[in-house]
Protein backbone atom coordinates (compact mmCIF):
# COMPACT_ATOMS: atom_id res chain seq x y z
CA UNK A 1 0.00 0.00 0.00
CA UNK A 2 1.31 3.54 -1.03
CA UNK A 3 1.71 6.41 1.64
CA UNK A 4 -1.46 8.11 1.16
CA UNK A 5 -3.16 5.05 1.53
CA UNK A 6 -1.48 4.75 5.16
CA UNK A 7 -2.23 8.82 5.80
CA UNK A 8 -5.80 7.53 4.67
CA UNK A 9 -5.76 4.19 7.22
CA UNK A 10 -4.62 6.75 10.11
CA UNK A 11 -7.45 9.48 9.57
CA UNK A 12 -9.82 6.80 9.25
CA UNK A 13 -7.99 5.22 12.97
CA UNK A 14 -8.70 8.64 14.59
CA UNK A 15 -12.28 8.29 13.33
CA UNK A 16 -13.25 5.15 14.68
CA UNK A 17 -11.38 6.36 17.48
CA UNK A 18 -13.39 9.35 18.02
CA UNK A 19 -16.35 7.18 17.11
CA UNK A 20 -16.05 4.38 19.84
CA UNK A 21 -15.62 7.25 22.65
CA UNK A 22 -18.15 9.50 21.29
CA UNK A 23 -18.02 12.82 23.38
CA UNK A 24 -16.19 11.25 25.95
CA UNK A 25 -13.28 12.57 23.97
CA UNK A 26 -13.90 16.52 25.22
CA UNK A 27 -14.99 17.08 28.88
CA UNK A 28 -18.87 17.55 28.37
CA UNK A 29 -21.61 15.66 27.17
CA UNK A 30 -23.51 16.26 23.59
CA UNK A 31 -26.75 17.22 25.70
CA UNK A 32 -25.05 19.40 28.23
CA UNK A 33 -26.08 23.03 27.80
CA UNK A 34 -23.61 25.56 29.20
CA UNK A 35 -26.26 28.43 29.60
CA UNK A 36 -23.72 31.22 30.23
CA UNK A 37 -21.75 30.17 27.03
CA UNK A 38 -24.44 30.07 24.23
CA UNK A 39 -23.25 30.46 19.90
CA UNK A 40 -19.97 31.44 21.09
CA UNK A 41 -16.69 30.93 18.99
CA UNK A 42 -14.15 28.57 19.47
CA UNK A 43 -12.25 29.13 23.03
CA UNK A 44 -10.40 27.42 25.27
CA UNK A 45 -13.27 26.05 27.03
CA UNK A 46 -15.31 24.63 24.00
CA UNK A 47 -12.23 24.00 21.28
CA UNK A 48 -15.41 23.93 18.24
CA UNK A 49 -17.56 26.60 20.13
CA UNK A 50 -20.99 26.05 21.45
CA UNK A 51 -24.53 26.40 19.73
CA UNK A 52 -27.73 28.30 20.02
CA UNK A 53 -28.15 25.82 23.64
CA UNK A 54 -25.42 26.16 24.73
CA UNK A 55 -24.38 23.08 23.82
CA UNK A 56 -20.78 21.91 23.07
CA UNK A 57 -20.43 21.58 19.23
CA UNK A 58 -17.02 19.31 19.50
CA UNK A 59 -19.02 17.03 21.96
CA UNK A 60 -21.95 16.97 19.54
CA UNK A 61 -19.62 16.39 16.71
CA UNK A 62 -17.90 13.66 18.17
CA UNK A 63 -21.21 12.30 19.29
CA UNK A 64 -22.43 12.68 15.28
CA UNK A 65 -18.98 10.50 13.90
CA UNK A 66 -20.95 7.57 16.02
CA UNK A 67 -24.19 8.07 14.06
CA UNK A 68 -22.45 8.59 10.89
CA UNK A 69 -20.14 5.91 11.00
CA UNK A 70 -22.25 3.36 12.65
CA UNK A 71 -24.85 3.37 10.24
CA UNK A 72 -22.65 3.76 7.03
CA UNK A 73 -20.74 0.39 8.40
CA UNK A 74 -24.10 -1.37 9.06
CA UNK A 75 -25.65 -0.07 5.76
CA UNK A 76 -22.44 -0.93 4.07
CA UNK A 77 -22.46 -4.83 5.43
CA UNK A 78 -26.30 -5.44 4.39
CA UNK A 79 -25.59 -4.12 1.31
CA UNK A 80 -22.68 -6.58 0.44
CA UNK A 81 -24.74 -9.21 1.98
CA UNK A 82 -27.86 -8.51 -0.24
CA UNK A 83 -25.50 -7.70 -3.48
CA UNK A 84 -22.84 -10.42 -3.10
CA UNK A 85 -25.67 -12.97 -2.98
CA UNK A 86 -28.11 -11.54 -5.56
CA UNK A 87 -25.34 -10.62 -8.34
CA UNK A 88 -23.35 -13.90 -7.47
CA UNK A 89 -26.52 -16.12 -7.92
CA UNK A 90 -27.62 -13.90 -11.17
CA UNK A 91 -23.85 -14.40 -12.73
CA UNK A 92 -23.56 -17.81 -12.11
CA UNK A 93 -27.00 -18.86 -13.55
CA UNK A 94 -26.22 -16.29 -16.49
CA UNK A 95 -29.19 -16.91 -19.31
CA UNK A 96 -32.60 -14.92 -19.09
CA UNK A 97 -32.86 -15.54 -15.11
CA UNK A 98 -29.27 -13.32 -15.24
CA UNK A 99 -31.32 -11.26 -17.57
CA UNK A 100 -34.15 -10.83 -15.79
CA UNK A 101 -32.50 -9.72 -12.24
CA UNK A 102 -30.12 -6.95 -14.34
CA UNK A 103 -32.90 -5.63 -15.08
CA UNK A 104 -34.58 -4.59 -12.21
CA UNK A 105 -31.43 -3.85 -10.87
CA UNK A 106 -30.00 -1.27 -13.46
CA UNK A 107 -33.55 0.23 -12.80
CA UNK A 108 -33.17 0.94 -9.51
CA UNK A 109 -29.82 1.60 -10.14
CA UNK A 110 -30.39 4.40 -12.73
CA UNK A 111 -32.74 6.55 -10.20
CA UNK A 112 -31.52 9.40 -8.04
CA UNK A 113 -30.14 7.68 -4.62
CA UNK A 114 -32.24 10.29 -2.55
CA UNK A 115 -34.83 9.72 -3.91
CA UNK A 116 -35.03 6.13 -3.62
CA UNK A 117 -33.58 6.46 0.26
CA UNK A 118 -36.13 8.96 0.97
CA UNK A 119 -39.39 7.03 -0.75
CA UNK A 120 -37.65 3.62 1.26
CA UNK A 121 -37.53 4.98 4.31
CA UNK A 122 -41.22 6.02 4.43
CA UNK A 123 -41.63 2.83 3.72
CA UNK A 124 -40.09 1.33 6.41
CA UNK A 125 -40.96 3.69 9.06
CA UNK A 126 -44.62 2.89 8.60
CA UNK A 127 -43.29 -1.24 8.55
CA UNK A 128 -41.46 -1.32 11.31
CA UNK A 129 -43.96 -1.15 14.19
CA UNK A 130 -42.31 -3.41 16.98
CA UNK A 131 -39.23 -0.72 17.30
CA UNK A 132 -39.46 2.30 19.84
CA UNK A 133 -40.63 5.56 18.21
CA UNK A 134 -36.67 6.52 19.52
CA UNK A 135 -35.07 4.12 16.88
CA UNK A 136 -37.40 3.57 14.12
CA UNK A 137 -36.23 6.32 12.18
CA UNK A 138 -32.93 5.63 12.62
CA UNK A 139 -33.29 1.55 11.59
CA UNK A 140 -35.46 2.49 8.61
CA UNK A 141 -32.73 5.01 7.50
CA UNK A 142 -29.49 2.15 7.72
CA UNK A 143 -31.79 -0.05 5.55
CA UNK A 144 -32.80 2.65 3.23
CA UNK A 145 -28.98 3.14 3.13
CA UNK A 146 -28.18 -0.71 2.72
CA UNK A 147 -30.69 -1.33 -0.28
CA UNK A 148 -29.41 1.55 -2.10
CA UNK A 149 -25.96 0.78 -1.46
CA UNK A 150 -26.89 -3.42 -2.55
CA UNK A 151 -27.79 -2.11 -6.40
CA UNK A 152 -23.87 -1.65 -7.34
CA UNK A 153 -22.64 -4.66 -5.39
CA UNK A 154 -24.75 -6.99 -7.07
CA UNK A 155 -23.05 -5.12 -10.52
CA UNK A 156 -19.94 -5.60 -9.64
CA UNK A 157 -20.14 -8.94 -8.27
CA UNK A 158 -22.28 -10.49 -11.58
CA UNK A 159 -19.37 -9.08 -13.53
CA UNK A 160 -16.55 -11.03 -11.91
CA UNK A 161 -18.80 -14.26 -11.44
CA UNK A 162 -19.81 -14.11 -14.75
CA UNK A 163 -15.37 -13.63 -15.82
CA UNK A 164 -14.61 -16.33 -13.12
CA UNK A 165 -17.31 -18.89 -14.16
CA UNK A 166 -15.35 -19.46 -17.57
CA UNK A 167 -11.95 -20.38 -16.25
CA UNK A 168 -10.42 -23.41 -16.10
CA UNK A 169 -10.28 -23.98 -12.33
CA UNK A 170 -13.66 -23.67 -12.39
CA UNK A 171 -14.26 -25.77 -14.54
CA UNK A 172 -11.58 -28.64 -13.07
CA UNK A 173 -13.67 -28.23 -9.70
CA UNK A 174 -16.79 -29.10 -11.77
CA UNK A 175 -15.07 -31.63 -13.35
CA UNK A 176 -14.19 -33.08 -9.77
CA UNK A 177 -17.70 -33.05 -8.75
CA UNK A 178 -18.48 -29.45 -6.92
CA UNK A 179 -21.80 -28.74 -6.15
CA UNK A 180 -23.26 -25.26 -7.37
CA UNK A 181 -23.29 -23.69 -3.92
CA UNK A 182 -20.27 -25.10 -2.91
CA UNK A 183 -18.45 -23.89 -6.07
CA UNK A 184 -20.11 -20.72 -5.54
CA UNK A 185 -19.09 -20.21 -2.07
CA UNK A 186 -15.99 -21.76 -1.58
CA UNK A 187 -14.08 -21.05 -4.68
CA UNK A 188 -15.54 -18.41 -6.60
CA UNK A 189 -16.13 -16.34 -3.77
CA UNK A 190 -12.39 -16.00 -2.16
CA UNK A 191 -11.23 -15.44 -5.76
CA UNK A 192 -13.10 -12.44 -6.39
CA UNK A 193 -12.64 -11.12 -2.87
CA UNK A 194 -9.68 -8.65 -3.49
CA UNK A 195 -12.36 -6.65 -5.90
CA UNK A 196 -15.08 -7.02 -3.40
CA UNK A 197 -13.16 -5.40 -0.26
CA UNK A 198 -12.10 -2.47 -2.60
CA UNK A 199 -15.52 -1.76 -3.30
CA UNK A 200 -16.68 -1.83 0.38
CA UNK A 201 -13.88 0.46 1.17
CA UNK A 202 -15.71 2.84 -1.08
CA UNK A 203 -19.34 1.97 0.17
CA UNK A 204 -18.98 3.36 3.43
CA UNK A 205 -17.98 6.77 2.35
CA UNK A 206 -20.89 6.90 -0.59
CA UNK A 207 -23.07 5.99 2.85
CA UNK A 208 -21.89 9.00 5.12
CA UNK A 209 -22.43 10.98 1.91
CA UNK A 210 -25.89 9.84 1.42
CA UNK A 211 -26.85 10.03 4.84
CA UNK A 212 -25.54 13.53 5.83
CA UNK A 213 -27.37 14.68 2.49
CA UNK A 214 -30.40 13.13 3.02
CA UNK A 215 -30.32 14.79 7.22
CA UNK A 216 -28.87 17.90 5.77
CA UNK A 217 -32.43 18.23 3.71
CA UNK A 218 -34.15 17.36 6.77
CA UNK A 219 -35.18 14.00 5.63
CA UNK A 220 -33.29 11.73 7.78
CA UNK A 221 -32.20 11.64 11.25
CA UNK A 222 -33.78 13.90 13.92
CA UNK A 223 -33.16 14.88 17.69
CA UNK A 224 -32.53 13.51 19.79
CA UNK A 225 -30.03 12.01 17.68
CA UNK A 226 -27.37 14.45 15.58
CA UNK A 227 -25.63 13.03 12.49
CA UNK A 228 -22.97 15.63 10.55
CA UNK A 229 -25.57 16.02 8.50
CA UNK A 230 -27.85 16.94 11.19
CA UNK A 231 -24.87 19.22 12.60
CA UNK A 232 -24.01 21.08 9.37
CA UNK A 233 -27.97 21.41 8.89
CA UNK A 234 -28.42 23.57 12.33
CA UNK A 235 -24.84 25.20 11.33
CA UNK A 236 -26.52 26.26 7.56
CA UNK A 237 -29.43 28.10 8.80
CA UNK A 238 -27.06 30.41 11.41
CA UNK A 239 -24.17 30.41 8.98
CA UNK A 240 -23.77 34.23 8.70
CA UNK A 241 -23.33 35.14 11.69
CA UNK A 242 -21.91 32.21 13.25
CA UNK A 243 -19.97 30.23 10.66
CA UNK A 244 -18.41 28.24 13.17
CA UNK A 245 -21.63 25.97 13.57
CA UNK A 246 -21.58 24.66 9.81
CA UNK A 247 -17.44 24.78 9.62
CA UNK A 248 -17.01 21.48 12.46
CA UNK A 249 -19.34 19.19 10.96
CA UNK A 250 -18.14 19.90 7.53
CA UNK A 251 -14.63 19.04 7.91
CA UNK A 252 -15.54 16.06 9.92
CA UNK A 253 -17.11 14.65 6.77
CA UNK A 254 -14.75 15.75 4.48
CA UNK A 255 -11.66 14.39 6.50
CA UNK A 256 -13.78 11.09 6.33
CA UNK A 257 -14.47 11.06 3.39
CA UNK A 258 -10.92 11.95 2.09
CA UNK A 259 -9.39 9.44 4.37
CA UNK A 260 -12.00 6.60 2.83
CA UNK A 261 -10.77 7.59 -0.58
CA UNK A 262 -7.59 7.92 -0.24
CA UNK A 263 -7.42 4.22 1.57
CA UNK A 264 -9.71 2.71 -1.30
CA UNK A 265 -7.35 4.11 -4.12
CA UNK A 266 -4.32 2.53 -2.54
CA UNK A 267 -6.20 -0.75 -1.79
CA UNK A 268 -7.32 -0.86 -5.28
CA UNK A 269 -3.77 -0.40 -6.22
CA UNK A 270 -2.57 -3.12 -4.02
CA UNK A 271 -5.16 -5.82 -4.25
CA UNK A 272 -7.20 -5.49 -7.40
CA UNK A 273 -4.13 -4.48 -9.98
CA UNK A 274 -5.82 -5.41 -12.95
CA UNK A 275 -8.52 -2.42 -12.10
CA UNK A 276 -11.67 -5.51 -11.73
CA UNK A 277 -13.47 -3.14 -8.95
CA UNK B 1 -30.25 3.84 -36.13
CA UNK B 2 -33.87 5.29 -35.83
CA UNK B 3 -35.53 1.66 -35.86
CA UNK B 4 -33.23 0.96 -33.20
CA UNK B 5 -33.94 4.27 -31.33
CA UNK B 6 -37.68 3.68 -31.67
CA UNK B 7 -37.24 0.30 -30.32
CA UNK B 8 -35.08 1.44 -27.41
CA UNK B 9 -37.64 3.82 -26.71
CA UNK B 10 -40.68 1.42 -26.80
CA UNK B 11 -38.52 -0.79 -24.19
CA UNK B 12 -38.90 1.99 -21.81
CA UNK B 13 -41.81 2.20 -21.56
CA UNK B 14 -42.41 -0.62 -19.29
CA UNK B 15 -40.10 0.51 -16.97
CA UNK B 16 -41.76 3.45 -16.50
CA UNK B 17 -45.35 1.92 -15.63
CA UNK B 18 -43.14 -0.55 -13.11
CA UNK B 19 -41.58 2.85 -11.66
CA UNK B 20 -45.29 4.33 -11.81
CA UNK B 21 -46.79 1.32 -10.26
CA UNK B 22 -44.00 0.44 -7.16
CA UNK B 23 -44.14 4.18 -6.30
CA UNK B 24 -48.35 4.23 -6.46
CA UNK B 25 -48.02 1.24 -4.35
CA UNK B 26 -45.59 2.09 -1.71
CA UNK B 27 -47.24 5.90 -1.10
CA UNK B 28 -50.81 4.62 -1.07
CA UNK B 29 -50.06 2.05 1.61
CA UNK B 30 -48.27 4.66 3.88
CA UNK B 31 -50.06 5.25 7.46
CA UNK B 32 -50.61 9.49 7.63
CA UNK B 33 -52.45 11.33 5.18
CA UNK B 34 -51.75 14.85 3.52
CA UNK B 35 -54.86 15.92 5.71
CA UNK B 36 -53.55 14.62 8.91
CA UNK B 37 -53.44 18.02 11.01
CA UNK B 38 -52.27 18.53 14.62
CA UNK B 39 -55.97 19.56 15.52
CA UNK B 40 -58.53 16.64 13.64
CA UNK B 41 -60.33 17.90 10.73
CA UNK B 42 -64.08 17.30 11.31
CA UNK B 43 -64.73 13.94 9.94
CA UNK B 44 -67.49 14.86 7.17
CA UNK B 45 -65.20 17.75 6.42
CA UNK B 46 -62.03 15.34 6.04
CA UNK B 47 -64.95 13.08 3.79
CA UNK B 48 -65.34 15.62 1.86
CA UNK B 49 -62.27 16.45 1.05
CA UNK B 50 -61.30 12.70 0.42
CA UNK B 51 -63.89 12.55 -1.77
CA UNK B 52 -62.58 15.25 -3.87
CA UNK B 53 -59.22 13.49 -4.49
CA UNK B 54 -61.13 9.93 -4.78
CA UNK B 55 -59.35 8.57 -1.62
CA UNK B 56 -62.38 6.89 -0.50
CA UNK B 57 -62.13 4.79 -3.31
CA UNK B 58 -61.04 1.35 -3.02
CA UNK B 59 -57.33 1.26 -3.75
CA UNK B 60 -57.44 -0.74 -6.76
CA UNK B 61 -59.80 1.81 -8.41
CA UNK B 62 -57.59 4.72 -7.22
CA UNK B 63 -54.35 3.07 -9.35
CA UNK B 64 -56.44 2.71 -12.34
CA UNK B 65 -58.03 5.47 -12.09
CA UNK B 66 -54.37 6.78 -12.31
CA UNK B 67 -53.01 5.09 -14.86
CA UNK B 68 -55.50 6.36 -17.20
CA UNK B 69 -54.94 9.80 -16.26
CA UNK B 70 -51.51 9.59 -16.60
CA UNK B 71 -52.13 7.66 -19.96
CA UNK B 72 -53.38 11.13 -20.64
CA UNK B 73 -51.24 13.01 -19.44
CA UNK B 74 -52.35 14.24 -16.27
CA UNK B 75 -50.50 13.43 -12.99
CA UNK B 76 -53.51 14.67 -10.90
CA UNK B 77 -54.29 17.80 -8.39
CA UNK B 78 -51.62 18.80 -6.07
CA UNK B 79 -52.49 18.31 -2.15
CA UNK B 80 -50.88 20.42 -0.87
CA UNK B 81 -50.82 23.47 -3.30
CA UNK B 82 -54.59 23.78 -3.66
CA UNK B 83 -56.05 24.44 -7.15
CA UNK B 84 -52.62 23.38 -8.52
CA UNK B 85 -52.38 20.16 -10.75
CA UNK B 86 -48.91 18.29 -10.79
CA UNK B 87 -48.33 19.01 -14.35
CA UNK B 88 -48.86 22.78 -13.60
CA UNK B 89 -46.41 22.72 -10.86
CA UNK B 90 -43.53 20.57 -12.60
CA UNK B 91 -43.89 22.95 -16.13
CA UNK B 92 -43.05 25.73 -13.97
CA UNK B 93 -40.09 24.30 -11.70
CA UNK B 94 -38.64 21.86 -14.52
CA UNK B 95 -37.09 24.15 -16.77
CA UNK B 96 -34.98 26.05 -14.22
CA UNK B 97 -34.00 22.76 -12.96
CA UNK B 98 -33.00 22.06 -16.51
CA UNK B 99 -31.19 25.30 -16.87
CA UNK B 100 -28.88 24.28 -13.82
CA UNK B 101 -28.63 21.03 -14.63
CA UNK B 102 -27.09 21.58 -18.06
CA UNK B 103 -24.97 24.61 -16.75
CA UNK B 104 -23.41 22.08 -14.11
CA UNK B 105 -23.55 19.13 -17.32
CA UNK B 106 -21.37 21.33 -19.54
CA UNK B 107 -18.89 22.73 -17.06
CA UNK B 108 -18.40 18.72 -15.80
CA UNK B 109 -17.90 17.62 -19.24
CA UNK B 110 -15.40 20.83 -20.73
CA UNK B 111 -13.29 21.09 -16.96
CA UNK B 112 -13.08 17.30 -16.03
CA UNK B 113 -12.05 16.38 -19.82
CA UNK B 114 -9.38 18.82 -20.10
CA UNK B 115 -8.27 18.51 -16.50
CA UNK B 116 -8.05 14.99 -17.22
CA UNK B 117 -6.19 14.97 -20.61
CA UNK B 118 -3.61 18.01 -19.03
CA UNK B 119 -2.87 15.74 -16.24
CA UNK B 120 -2.39 12.59 -18.74
CA UNK B 121 -0.05 14.61 -20.62
CA UNK B 122 2.23 15.66 -18.14
CA UNK B 123 2.04 12.31 -16.02
CA UNK B 124 3.84 12.84 -12.99
CA UNK B 125 4.48 16.25 -13.23
CA UNK B 126 3.58 18.61 -10.35
CA UNK B 127 0.79 19.70 -12.60
CA UNK B 128 -0.18 16.26 -12.70
CA UNK B 129 -0.62 15.75 -8.86
CA UNK B 130 -2.25 19.10 -7.85
CA UNK B 131 -5.05 18.62 -10.55
CA UNK B 132 -5.57 14.78 -9.11
CA UNK B 133 -5.53 16.59 -5.25
CA UNK B 134 -8.12 18.74 -6.50
CA UNK B 135 -9.94 15.55 -7.92
CA UNK B 136 -9.63 13.82 -4.63
CA UNK B 137 -10.91 16.55 -2.72
CA UNK B 138 -13.74 16.79 -5.36
CA UNK B 139 -14.93 13.67 -5.12
CA UNK B 140 -14.78 13.69 -0.91
CA UNK B 141 -16.39 17.63 -0.23
CA UNK B 142 -20.33 17.02 0.21
CA UNK B 143 -22.40 18.94 -2.42
CA UNK B 144 -23.67 20.91 0.99
CA UNK B 145 -20.54 21.99 2.29
CA UNK B 146 -18.77 23.26 -1.13
CA UNK B 147 -22.69 25.43 -1.58
CA UNK B 148 -22.13 26.78 1.97
CA UNK B 149 -19.01 27.35 1.61
CA UNK B 150 -19.74 28.99 -1.42
CA UNK B 151 -22.52 31.39 -0.01
CA UNK B 152 -20.54 32.15 2.72
CA UNK B 153 -17.48 32.62 0.78
CA UNK B 154 -18.24 34.44 -2.45
CA UNK B 155 -21.88 35.39 -2.09
CA UNK B 156 -21.92 36.59 1.60
CA UNK B 157 -18.43 37.94 2.71
CA UNK B 158 -16.74 38.58 -0.93
CA UNK B 159 -20.74 39.87 -1.84
CA UNK B 160 -19.11 38.76 -6.21
CA UNK B 161 -22.08 36.82 -7.16
CA UNK B 162 -25.67 36.34 -5.67
CA UNK B 163 -26.18 34.01 -2.94
CA UNK B 164 -29.22 32.82 -3.14
CA UNK B 165 -32.48 33.13 -5.93
CA UNK B 166 -33.02 32.73 -9.27
CA UNK B 167 -33.46 36.30 -11.24
CA UNK B 168 -31.54 35.88 -13.96
CA UNK B 169 -27.82 34.32 -15.54
CA UNK B 170 -25.75 35.56 -12.47
CA UNK B 171 -27.73 33.10 -10.14
CA UNK B 172 -26.32 30.34 -12.17
CA UNK B 173 -22.93 30.78 -11.43
CA UNK B 174 -22.69 29.44 -7.66
CA UNK B 175 -25.33 26.81 -8.00
CA UNK B 176 -24.02 25.11 -11.13
CA UNK B 177 -20.65 25.14 -9.53
CA UNK B 178 -22.10 23.35 -6.36
CA UNK B 179 -23.30 21.10 -9.01
CA UNK B 180 -20.82 20.34 -11.38
CA UNK B 181 -18.20 19.73 -8.98
CA UNK B 182 -18.04 16.20 -7.95
CA UNK B 183 -18.89 15.19 -11.97
CA UNK B 184 -16.31 17.36 -12.49
CA UNK B 185 -13.68 15.64 -10.53
CA UNK B 186 -14.83 12.34 -11.32
CA UNK B 187 -14.48 13.01 -15.36
CA UNK B 188 -11.54 14.51 -14.78
CA UNK B 189 -10.01 10.56 -12.71
CA UNK B 190 -11.85 9.13 -15.34
CA UNK B 191 -10.24 10.91 -18.60
CA UNK B 192 -7.00 10.88 -16.96
CA UNK B 193 -7.15 6.56 -16.50
CA UNK B 194 -8.17 5.75 -20.29
CA UNK B 195 -5.50 8.42 -21.87
CA UNK B 196 -2.84 7.26 -19.79
CA UNK B 197 -4.51 3.38 -21.25
CA UNK B 198 -4.25 4.71 -24.29
CA UNK B 199 -1.56 6.72 -24.88
CA UNK B 200 0.98 3.27 -25.38
CA UNK B 201 -1.34 1.88 -27.97
CA UNK B 202 0.05 1.22 -31.35
CA UNK B 203 -2.40 3.71 -33.22
CA UNK B 204 -0.93 6.27 -31.08
CA UNK B 205 2.62 5.10 -32.11
CA UNK B 206 1.84 5.28 -35.87
CA UNK B 207 0.21 8.98 -35.39
CA UNK B 208 3.51 10.11 -33.67
CA UNK B 209 5.51 8.87 -36.27
CA UNK B 210 3.89 10.31 -39.13
CA UNK B 211 5.10 13.77 -37.68
CA UNK B 212 1.60 14.69 -36.13
CA UNK B 213 2.14 17.23 -33.47
CA UNK B 214 1.99 15.77 -29.93
CA UNK B 215 -1.37 18.39 -29.29
CA UNK B 216 -2.60 16.82 -32.39
CA UNK B 217 -1.87 13.32 -31.34
CA UNK B 218 -3.89 13.40 -28.27
CA UNK B 219 -6.93 15.37 -29.61
CA UNK B 220 -7.38 13.33 -32.43
CA UNK B 221 -6.40 9.62 -31.78
CA UNK B 222 -6.33 9.24 -27.96
CA UNK B 223 -9.29 11.28 -26.90
CA UNK B 224 -11.25 9.68 -28.69
CA UNK B 225 -11.10 6.51 -27.62
CA UNK B 226 -10.59 7.87 -23.97
CA UNK B 227 -14.26 9.87 -24.64
CA UNK B 228 -15.98 6.08 -24.62
CA UNK B 229 -15.10 5.36 -20.58
CA UNK B 230 -16.29 9.30 -20.25
CA UNK B 231 -19.52 7.96 -22.42
CA UNK B 232 -20.57 5.57 -20.22
CA UNK B 233 -20.29 7.78 -17.34
CA UNK B 234 -22.92 9.85 -18.50
CA UNK B 235 -26.12 7.23 -17.57
CA UNK B 236 -25.04 7.21 -14.01
CA UNK B 237 -24.32 10.70 -14.20
CA UNK B 238 -27.89 12.10 -14.74
CA UNK B 239 -28.69 10.48 -11.06
CA UNK B 240 -25.22 12.11 -9.59
CA UNK B 241 -27.11 15.46 -11.08
CA UNK B 242 -30.45 14.78 -9.91
CA UNK B 243 -29.39 13.79 -6.34
CA UNK B 244 -27.07 16.77 -6.28
CA UNK B 245 -30.12 19.05 -7.77
CA UNK B 246 -31.94 18.31 -4.46
CA UNK B 247 -29.51 19.78 -2.07
CA UNK B 248 -28.27 22.70 -4.70
CA UNK B 249 -31.71 23.60 -4.91
CA UNK B 250 -32.63 23.57 -0.83
CA UNK B 251 -29.13 25.57 -0.55
CA UNK B 252 -29.80 28.69 -3.06
CA UNK B 253 -33.52 28.58 -2.76
CA UNK B 254 -33.94 28.11 -6.24
CA UNK B 255 -37.91 26.95 -7.41
CA UNK B 256 -36.78 24.10 -8.97
CA UNK B 257 -38.04 20.28 -9.15
CA UNK B 258 -35.55 19.14 -6.04
CA UNK B 259 -36.98 21.84 -4.08
CA UNK B 260 -40.97 20.80 -4.79
CA UNK B 261 -39.44 17.35 -4.00
CA UNK B 262 -38.13 17.60 -0.52
CA UNK B 263 -41.22 19.85 0.47
CA UNK B 264 -43.60 17.37 -1.17
CA UNK B 265 -42.21 14.68 0.78
CA UNK B 266 -42.33 16.66 4.34
CA UNK B 267 -45.84 17.36 3.23
CA UNK B 268 -47.02 13.54 1.98
CA UNK B 269 -48.18 15.34 -1.16
CA UNK B 270 -48.52 11.72 -2.88
CA UNK B 271 -49.37 12.86 -6.48
CA UNK B 272 -46.55 15.81 -6.32
CA UNK B 273 -44.02 12.59 -4.98
CA UNK B 274 -45.15 10.74 -7.72
CA UNK B 275 -44.79 13.46 -10.68
CA UNK B 276 -41.42 13.85 -9.81
CA UNK B 277 -40.80 10.12 -10.12
CA UNK B 278 -42.45 9.44 -13.01
CA UNK B 279 -40.58 12.81 -14.81
CA UNK B 280 -37.00 11.46 -13.13
CA UNK B 281 -38.01 7.66 -14.53
CA UNK B 282 -38.37 9.26 -17.79
CA UNK B 283 -35.82 11.16 -17.95
CA UNK B 284 -33.13 7.97 -17.12
CA UNK B 285 -35.04 6.09 -19.75
CA UNK B 286 -34.14 9.22 -22.54
CA UNK B 287 -31.06 9.52 -21.10
CA UNK B 288 -30.02 5.71 -21.73
CA UNK B 289 -31.19 5.82 -24.81
CA UNK B 290 -28.98 9.01 -25.77
CA UNK B 291 -25.76 7.09 -24.02
CA UNK B 292 -26.30 3.87 -26.33
CA UNK B 293 -26.42 6.23 -29.47
CA UNK B 294 -23.92 7.84 -28.51
CA UNK B 295 -21.73 5.13 -27.51
CA UNK B 296 -22.38 3.75 -31.11
CA UNK B 297 -21.43 6.74 -32.95
CA UNK B 298 -18.18 7.11 -31.08
CA UNK B 299 -16.87 3.31 -31.75
CA UNK B 300 -18.01 1.70 -34.98
CA UNK B 301 -16.90 -1.72 -33.62
CA UNK B 302 -20.54 -1.94 -31.60
CA UNK B 303 -22.76 -2.85 -33.96
CA UNK B 304 -25.85 -1.24 -33.09
CA UNK B 305 -28.34 -3.56 -30.58
CA UNK B 306 -25.14 -3.95 -28.38
CA UNK B 307 -23.33 -7.05 -30.25
CA UNK B 308 -19.64 -6.42 -30.34
CA UNK B 309 -18.25 -7.09 -33.50
Not at chain 2, 15 to 25: P, R, Y
Not at chain 2, 150 to 176: N, S
Not at chain 2, 179 to 185: D, E, H, I, N, V
Not at chain 2, 226 to 247: E, I, M, Q, R
Request: hydrophobic residues 55%.
Amino acid sequence: MNRLGWLGAALLLVLVFVALLGDGVTAYRFHEQDVEHTLEGPSANHLAGTDALGRDLLARTAQGARVSLLLALSSTLLALAIGVLYGGVSGYLGGRVDAWLMRGVDVVYSLPDILVIVLLMEVFQAGLTGVPDLYRRLLALGLALGIVGWVSVARLTRGLVLQAREEAWVEAARALGVGNRRLLLRYILPNISGPLLVTATFRIPAAILAESTVSFLGLGIQPPFASWGVLASDGFAAMRSYPHLILFPSLAILVTLVGFHLLGEALREAIDPRGRA
Amino acid sequence: MIRYALVRLAQGIPVLLIVASVTFALLRFLPGGPFDREKALPPEILRNIEARYHLDEPVFKQYLRYLADLARGDLGPSYKYVGRDVVQILREAFPVSVKLGVAALALACVGGICAGLVAAMYRGSGLDRGLMLLALLGVSVPSFVLGAALVLGVGLWLGWLPAALWEGPLYAVLPAITLAALPTAYIAQLTRTSVIDVIDLDHVRTARAKGLSELRVHLRHVLRNALLAVVTYFGPLLAVLLTGSFVVEQIFAIPGIGRFFVTAVTNRDYPLVLGVTLLYGLLVVLANLAVDLLYAWLDPRIRLGGREA
